[in-house]
C-alpha cells in the first residue's frame, strides 16, 4: 500500500487550486456536483468547497426509487457538514416514463439510463445556476471502464480523475469526510446489496496496486507477476483497460480533409484562457 | 561582476496563447520591480504565451522587432528584461527562446535546444530546435540562459559554466507530477536538487524562474528561487501562487567559493574534447 501512499495536503491544495484556476478562468465562480452519498463525490465537494466557498457549491442528489435510503441521508449528511445548499431530483418519473415503452429492459440499460439521466439534469443546472459540473469518476474507475459513457463520466472537470479509489480514501480522512461515508463499502447503488468490488471480482487495494505497477510504472506483465500478482489477475485487468479504450476518448472521427478536429486541429481547451 | 545586484523573478501564471494580456502582466511586475531596485528581472519560460500552445505557435510567434515589444525594450533602460516567449525566426522556423532585453536593444536571445518529446510533452512536434550553448555579457561579467529540459541535460549547464557564466538563468514551465508520500510532486524534488547541483559543482549563481497556473487541468508548481554557489538558497518563492521575488547576487560570495571550490578552474577542457571526440568518433564506427 505504501506505493500508493499520497501527501493529502500538497494534493488536497493542488486540487483546490485547479478547480479554483479552471472555473474562474472560463468565466464561472462556481460548480454543480451530483452527491451519491458514496466517497467520491463527497471528496469532489469537498475540494470544490475548499477552492471555492460553500456559496459557490451546489450539490444536487438524485435517487431512484430503488437506491437505498441511507444514499440520500449521506449525501445530505455531506453537504450539512459543508453548509452547501442542495436540492433533491428524483429521477425515477423520468426514468420510468422511459421504460413503460421498453419495460423488459433488462438491468445494465437501466442502470445506463439512471447516470444519464442524472447527467442531463447536472447539465440541466449548469445551465440554470451559471455553474460548471463538477467530475467525481477516480482514476481506478477510469481505468477499468467502470463507469457509463456520457453518464456519470460526463462533467466539465475533473479533480480526482488522477486519483486511485485508495488514494481517494486517503484524501477523504484528511479532508474530515464523514466517517459513515469513508468506511461504507462502494457501490453503484443500483439494486440492494451491489458493490463494486462484489462486481468487479477484486478488491480496491489489490487492483490499485497493480494499476500503480502497470500504468504508472510501466512495469511489463513478467515484471507484475516477479512483484507477486497473478497471470490470471494481470491478463484480466490489462484486457479490461483495453477493451474500455474507447470510453476514455473522443468518439471516432473519419478523416477526410487536411485538417481534422482532434487530430492534427491541435489546441489546448484552455485556448486563450 | 558588479558587487552586488538585484534580481527580481515574476512567478507569474500566463494566459494561454493571450500574448497582449501577458504583455501587461509583465509590464506590472516589471513595474514592482523597479520600485524594489531591482536591476534584472526574469520571467518564465514561455511567459509571454503560457505553455501548451500546440497549433497555437505559429499564432503568438514574435520575432524580435516585432511591435509587441517595444514597451518591453522601453523598459529595458530601467531594469534589464530576461523572459520565454516564441520567436519566429527569419525562416519562419518557431523558437521556444528567451530573450535578454537591456538598454533598449535585445542583447540576446537563447533557442531552447533540448526539446522534450515523450510523456507528458511534445515540444518537438511544434518548434525548431536551437543548436547553440553560449554565455553573454552580464553585469560586467558573463551569464546564460537555460531554457527547462536544457537544464536536464547536465552538459548544457556544464559547456555555459566553461564559457564563463556566473549566473544561469534557468527558466521553466514545470508541472506538478508524481504525487507520493513526500511533501513536493516529484519534479519538484527534481529541480531543486538539480539547482542545488549546479550551484554547488559549477560555483555558480542559479535564478530559477518557474510559473505557476494551470492549463488543461496541469498544474505548474513555482517555488522559484535563487541558489547562491555553494547551494545555499537565499531566497524561495511559494508553490503554486504567484509571487515577485526578490534576491540579492554578490560578487564576493562568487569569488569566495570559487576559490574555496575551485573546480571550474582545474577542469580540463582538452581531455574532455579528446575523450568526447572519441566517443562521438567510436559511436559514428557502430
Avoid at chain 1, 442502470?111 to 444519464?116: D, Q
Avoid at chain 2, 552586488?4 to 520591480?33: C, F
Avoid at chain 2, 574532455?272 to 566517443?279: H, I, P
Amino acid at each position: 500500500m505504501s506505493e500508493l501512499k499520497i501527501d493529502t495536503s500538497l494534493v488536497a491544495e493542488l486540487l483546490a487550486g485547479f478547480i479554483r484556476d479552471e472555473v474562474r478562468k472560463v468565466g464561472f465562480e462556481r460548480v454543480v456536483v451530483g452527491l451519491s452519498g458514496g466517497v467520491d463525490s463527497a471528496v469532489s465537494a469537498f475540494l470544490a468547497t475548499r477552492a471555492l466557498g460553500k456559496e459557490n457549491v451546489v450539490a444536487v442528489m438524485m435517487p431512484y426509487k430503488s437506491s437505498v435510503p441511507e444514499s440520500l441521508a449521506d449525501a445530505k449528511l455531506a453537504a450539512e457538514q459543508l453548509g452547501l445548499s442542495y436540492r433533491v431530483v428524483e429521477i425515477t418519473p423520468m426514468v420510468d416514463a422511459y421504460f413503460s415503452l421498453f419495460p423488459d429492459a433488462d438491468i445494465l440499460r437501466r442502470g445506463n439510463m439512471m447516470a444519464r439521466q442524472r447527467m442531463t439534469v447536472l447539465f440541466d443546472h449548469s445551465a440554470m445556476l451559471k455553474a460548471l459540473v463538477l467530475g467525481t469518476s477516480n482514476k481506478t474507475e477510469l481505468l477499468l471502464g467502470y463507469g457509463t459513457l456520457y453518464g456519470d463520466m460526463a462533467c466539465s472537470l475533473n479533480p480526482i480523475g488522477d486519483l486511485y479509489k485508495t488514494q481517494v480514501w486517503q484524501l477523504a480522512e484528511y479532508l474530515e469526510v464523514p466517517e459513515r461515508i469513508r468506511k461504507k463499502p462502494p457501490t453503484a447503488d443500483l439494486w440492494a446489496g451491489q458493490t463494486d468490488e462484489g462486481e468487479l471480482g477484486f478488491t480496491y487495494a489489490e487492483v490499485d496496486r497493480l494499476l500503480f505497477y502497470m500504468v504508472d510504472k510501466r512495469y511489463t506483465s513478467e515484471e507484475l507477476e516477479a512483484v507477486g500478482f497473478t497471470k490470471d489477475f494481470v491478463a484480466r485487468v490489462r484486457q479490461r483497460i483495453q477493451s474500455t479504450q474507447f470510453k476514455r476518448r473522443l468518439p471516432l472521427i473519419a478523416k477526410v480533409s487536411q485538417r481534422t478536429v482532434d487530430r492534427d486541429f491541435r489546441y489546448s481547451r484552455d485556448w486563450g484562457r | 561582476m558588479d558587487a552586488k545586484r538585484t534580481i527580481a523573478v515574476a512567478q507569474i501564471a500566463p494566459a494561454l496563447g493571450a500574448v497582449e494580456r501577458n504583455l501587461d502582466l509583465w509590464l506590472q511586475r516589471i513595474e514592482e520591480a523597479v520600485r524594489a531596485g531591482a536591476q534584472t528581472i526574469v520571467f518564465p519560460e514561455l511567459g509571454l504565451t503560457g505553455y501548451f500552445l500546440r497549433d497555437m505557435v505559429p499564432d503568438v510567434a514574435l520575432s524580435v522587432q516585432a511591435k509587441l515589444l517595444q514597451p518591453l525594450l522601453e523598459k529595458s533602460g530601467e531594469i534589464e528584461i530576461i523572459g520565454g516567449f516564441v520567436e519566429e525566426a527569419a525562416d519562419g522556423q518557431c523558437y521556444n527562446a528567451a530573450m535578454c532585453l537591456r538598454a533598449g536593444r535585445v542583447e540576446f536571445v537563447h533557442r531552447k535546444v533540448y526539446l522534450p518529446t515523450y510523456g507528458m510533452f511534445d515540444e518537438q512536434r511544434y518548434f525548431a530546435a536551437g543548436d547553440r550553448l553560449r554565455a553573454f555579457p552580464y553585469g560586467g561579467a558573463k551569464a546564460a540562459i537555460l531554457l527547462c529540459e536544457d537544464t536536464w541535460h547536465l552538459s548544457s549547464g556544464y559547456v555555459v559554466c566553461c564559457d564563463g557564466a556566473l549566473i544561469l538563468f534557468v527558466l521553466a514551465s514545470s508541472p506538478a507530477r508524481g504525487i507520493s508520500e513526500a511533501a513536493t510532486p516529484a519534479s519538484t524534488c527534481y529541480w531543486e536538487l538539480l539547482n542545488q547541483i549546479y550551484s554547488s559543482f559549477f560555483g555558480v549563481y542559479v535564478v530559477f524562474a518557474n510559473r505557476v497556473g494551470c492549463e488543461d487541468g496541469v498544474s505548474f508548481w513555482g517555488g522559484s528561487e535563487v541558489v547562491e554557489p555553494g547551494g545555499r538558497v537565499v531566497a524561495k518563492a511559494g508553490y503554486f501562487e504567484p509571487q515577485l521575488l526578490l534576491a540579492e547576487v554578490n560578487a564576493q560570495v562568487l569569488r569566495r567559493e570559487r576559490r574555496t571550490t575551485p573546480l571550474l578552474r582545474d577542469e580540463k577542457l582538452w581531455l574532455v574534447l579528446r575523450e568526447l571526440a572519441r566517443v562521438h568518433n567510436e559511436r559514428a564506427k557502430d
